[in-house]
């Protein structure tokens, strides 16, 4: 039987997205969401035929196939990302191709995320078709929490997008046949803002990365850290490094401006830039440090580092506690309490029995979240909805 004589066999799913799976197969700079997208849609391609609706500049428009998946890559709008006149073209252009492409494809299901939830799931009213719902983050709450400390500009833009979005995202996620999120923190998020009731599915890892061997006699005092930003905690790392001195501090991510100047002020700490391969960032690590000042929705990096045999110790805020939720040890309550940080590390880094205690724990924690469980849920709440 030939391949398109088995796709014919299959129930046909439809992933409504703004380029995140095209920019993980470009090898493009993402956050975890895009990962998610990503391992998303080749976890349901092994059971259902996955088309997905998206634009990437970097791809040929048209129709292809990546590893099975059927790839429609449109033409959007070039604007700054997150202004609200971008948006407002993207929901436009993708209802116009989306309801084109609904003429000739019939899906039994559409799962859409991000801006493209409103569009989506009325397109899947217009047709019968049932509707999905990815909220992976804080796109569609419009919280004015988080333009606190942002520019007079952001300030306005945040408010035009409330004018314009609110209302139908908030449409949207009541009328969907179904609500994913990424944590239960999220969950709760949801049910309270949207009096809607949602279904956790973990970010998930490779099932195929394993823990590798520790050698608990190594002498390297090695901790990474993610994303050097004012929100994730840049300076209070900066206030840990100061203290311990003795201690080499690794950051992954864009670089700050102003990085050649802190590195000379903090000898122990280096910038390493962007870096995809999680093998070269976790090799030499014995802690990875995630100081986030803001709710995190979940906390990816935290599981990635647990499957590489790194131990992660998080601040208590958003989702990130349920990534260590082995082990209260790995948590601290203050983000912003210096001493607590550094008598954590220096605990973890030189108590030894404490901290293999802790490294015998994360085979067991990291199982929780291999792509093969996660994929498993996702197939089988996705199942419910289109028998």
Same mark, same amino acid.
């Given at each position: 039987?030939?391949? #398109?004589?088995?796709?014919?066999?299959?129930?046909?799913?439809?992933?409504?997205?703004?380029?995140? %799976?095209?920019? +993980?197969?470009?090898?493009?700079? +993402?956050?975890?969401?895009?990962?998610?997208?990503?391992?998303? &849609?080749?976890?349901?391609?092994?059971?259902?035929?996955?088309?997905?609706?998206?634009?990437?500049?970097?791809?040929?428009? @048209?129709?292809?196939?990546?590893?099975?998946?059927?790839?429609?890559?449109?033409? /959007?709008?070039?604007?700054?990302?997150?202004?609200?006149? %971008?948006?407002?073209?993207?929901?436009?252009?993708?209802?116009?191709?989306?309801?084109?492409?609904?003429?000739?494809?019939?899906?039994?299901?559409?799962?859409?995320? &991000?801006?493209?939830?409103?569009?989506?799931?009325?397109?899947?009213?217009?047709?019968?078709?049932?509707? &999905?719902?990815?909220?992976?983050?804080?796109?569609?709450?419009?919280?004015?929490?988080?333009?606190?400390?942002?520019? *007079?500009?952001?300030?306005?833009?945040?408010?035009? $997008?409330?004018?314009? *979005?609110?209302?139908?995202?908030?449409?949207?996620?009541? $009328?969907?046949?179904?609500?994913? #999120?990424?944590?239960?923190?999220?969950?709760?998020?949801?049910?309270?803002?949207?009096?809607?009731?949602? #279904?956790?599915?973990?970010?998930?890892?490779?099932?195929?990365?394993?823990?590798?061997?520790?050698?608990?006699?190594? =002498?390297?005092? =090695?901790?990474?850290?993610? =994303?050097?930003?004012?929100? !994730?905690?840049?300076?209070?790392?900066?206030?840990?490094?100061?203290?311990?001195?003795?201690?080499?501090?690794?950051?992954?991510?864009?670089?700050?401006?102003?990085?050649?100047?802190?590195? /000379?002020?903090?000898?122990?700490?280096?910038?390493?830039?962007?870096?995809?391969?999680?093998?070269?960032? *976790?090799?030499?690590?014995?802690?990875?440090?995630?100081?986030?000042?803001?709710?995190?929705? *979940? @906390?990816?990096?935290?599981?990635?580092? #647990?499957?590489?045999?790194?131990?992660?110790?998080?601040?208590?805020?958003? @989702?990130?506690?349920?990534?260590?939720?082995?082990?209260?040890?790995?948590?601290?309550?203050?983000?912003?309490?210096?001493?607590?940080?550094?008598? !954590?590390?220096?605990?973890?880094?030189?108590?030894?029995?404490?901290?293999?205690?802790?490294?015998?724990?994360?085979?067991?924690? +990291?199982?929780?979240?291999?792509?093969?469980?996660?994929?498993?849920?996702?197939?089988?709440?996705?199942?419910?909805?289109?028998?």
């Amino acid at each position: 039987m030939s391949d #398109t004589e088995i796709y014919k066999l299959k129930d046909t799913i439809l992933l409504v997205e703004p380029g995140s %799976f095209l920019a +993980v197969e470009n090898g493009d700079i +993402v956050r975890g969401g895009s990962i998610s997208t990503h391992k998303t &849609a080749l976890a349901m391609s092994k059971v259902y035929d996955v088309h997905i609706l998206t634009s990437h500049k970097r791809y040929k428009f @048209g129709v292809f196939k990546i590893k099975g998946i059927t790839i429609h890559n449109i033409r /959007t709008v070039s604007y700054p990302k997150s202004g609200f006149l %971008f948006i407002l073209l993207l929901k436009f252009l993708f209802s116009i191709e989306l309801n084109k492409l609904l003429k000739v494809l019939k899906p039994k299901l559409i799962i859409s995320q &991000a801006n493209l939830l409103g569009p989506s799931v009325r397109c899947a009213e217009k047709y019968d078709i049932k509707s &999905a719902v990815w909220i992976r983050a804080f796109e569609n709450f419009y919280d004015r929490n988080l333009t606190q400390n942002t520019s *007079f500009i952001r300030k306005v833009n945040f408010f035009l $997008k409330s004018i314009l *979005f609110k209302f139908s995202d908030k449409k949207a996620i009541r $009328k969907a046949d179904l609500v994913l #999120t990424n944590s239960i923190f999220m969950q709760r998020l949801i049910e309270s803002r949207f009096q809607k009731k949602s #279904t956790v599915i973990y970010p998930a890892v490779d099932s195929r990365c394993k823990l590798k061997e520790h050698s608990p006699s190594t =002498n390297k005092k =090695n901790i990474v850290i993610m =994303n050097p930003t004012k929100d !994730k905690g840049l300076y209070v790392i900066l206030k840990i490094a100061e203290k311990l001195k003795n201690i080499n501090f690794y950051y992954y991510g864009k670089k700050p401006d102003n990085c050649l100047s802190l590195e /000379t002020l903090y000898p122990n700490v280096q910038f390493k830039g962007w870096e995809s391969n999680l093998e070269i960032i *976790f090799k030499n690590a014995k802690l990875l440090l995630v100081p986030s000042m803001w709710e995190e929705p *979940f @906390g990816r990096v935290s599981v990635e580092a #647990t499957s590489h045999n790194v131990i992660p110790i998080v601040s208590k805020v958003g @989702g990130l506690p349920e990534t260590v939720s082995f082990d209260s040890r790995l948590i601290i309550d203050n983000v912003e309490d210096i001493d607590e940080w550094c008598k !954590k590390i220096e605990r973890l880094l030189s108590n030894l029995g404490e901290y293999e205690s802790i490294m015998n724990s994360l085979s067991e924690h +990291v199982a929780v979240y291999n792509i093969d469980r996660q994929g498993e849920a996702l197939l089988e709440e996705v199942g419910k909805i289109i028998r």
